[in-house]
């Protein structure tokens, strides 16, 4: 954790202390504990980015215990509004930080609990290749499309939340729905089918045979690498049955012997790869029809600090 980051959580920390009631719960900390994992998933679903939702998290309750509570009708609608005005800031740093990114910018995988795939909107708003499209509107068509589509608030709620007006949002909406509708991965995949896809890659990476993954991958696959510079990964796209089967059996060729083990991410089947006993590589995907459409590996340690624990996610 940078600087930075380390005295915003020792505020929040000193905080938490000063509302502390020693021999009851103060109702300010009860609230956003109640809430927690709600303002996470929307800071999440802003940013794609659990480290930076993390802060927001913290910077959200830095401002909620300066608020008097008796002035506050709706708990819940108040604190997501606070933290989509500090993760639409951040958000819009990161587009900045992303323009110097080395090679492809993939979401930060989270390891999820059961529960959150029970969810069938909320585990595909969360899956990498939503996440993926959601990165291609603008900060403010991004917040609305995510308040009003997977949170289901209402207008005049998420025109307090980006200084807009309902008649605007309005628009906003529209607009963002028509832009994601046109980009969206095609069709509902039932986990199942990507579980089952995940494992017949798996044996043909395992075993070394082409055949078998070649007659597993879309002919128009595209796989997608995140190093962030400092683990070794494609840096562009790499699009083909061909160009990508060639290029996984001979890249995991060369790293030697290889764990790769089924999990739960984004509330979805994934893969863990590790090598040497150590996690290495977080491999999502999308399929269609049985085959496998989207490969995407994320390798920058960074963004794997976060599956050492599970995330429970929330509506």
Not at 109 to 131: G, I
Request: with cysteine; glycine share 8%.
């Amino acid at each position: 954790m940078n600087p930075v980051n380390s005295e915003c959580s020792e505020r929040a920390e000193d905080a938490a202390e000063r509302h502390a009631d020693g021999g009851g719960t103060d109702l300010a900390t009860e609230v956003f504990v109640t809430h927690r994992n709600l303002l996470f998933t929307v800071a999440y679903e802003l940013l794609g980015s659990a480290a930076d939702a993390e802060d927001v998290l913290q910077e959200t309750w830095l401002r909620w215990v300066g608020v008097d509570l008796a002035t506050v009708r709706e708990h819940r609608a108040y604190l997501v509004r606070i933290t989509t005005r500090q993760a639409l800031g951040r958000l819009r740093t990161l587009g900045r930080r992303k323009e110097s990114y080395v090679g492809s910018w993939l979401p930060e995988p989270l390891l999820t609990t059961p529960d959150v795939a029970e969810d069938v909107e909320l585990a595909d708003s969360v899956s990498t290749a939503m996440l993926l499209v959601l990165e291609t509107l603008t900060p403010t068509e991004r917040a609305v499309f995510v308040l009003r589509e997977v949170f289901d608030l209402g207008y005049d709620e998420i025109a307090a939340s980006v200084d807009k007006s309902p008649d605007a949002v309005r628009q906003i909406a529209h607009r963002a729905r028509a832009h994601v509708a046109a980009r969206r991965p095609r069709g509902t995949v039932s986990p199942a089918e990507t579980r089952d896809a995940l494992d017949a890659f798996r044996r043909a990476v395992e075993t070394g045979d082409l055949q078998t993954l070649v007659d597993i991958l879309a002919p128009d696959v595209v796989l997608l690498g995140d190093g962030g510079g400092v683990k070794q990964a494609v840096l562009r796209p790499v699009v083909g049955v061909d160009k990508v089967s060639r290029l996984l059996v001979g890249g995991l060729r060369k790293t030697g012997p290889i764990s790769l083990r089924p999990a739960q991410i984004n509330a979805g089947p994934a893969l863990l790869i590790h090598l040497d006993g150590e996690l290495d590589t977080v491999v999502t995907a999308h399929v269609e029809n049985g085959l496998i459409t989207g490969l995407y590996a994320v390798r920058n340690p960074e963004k794997l600090s976060h599956m050492e624990r599970e995330t429970a996610l929330r509506r």
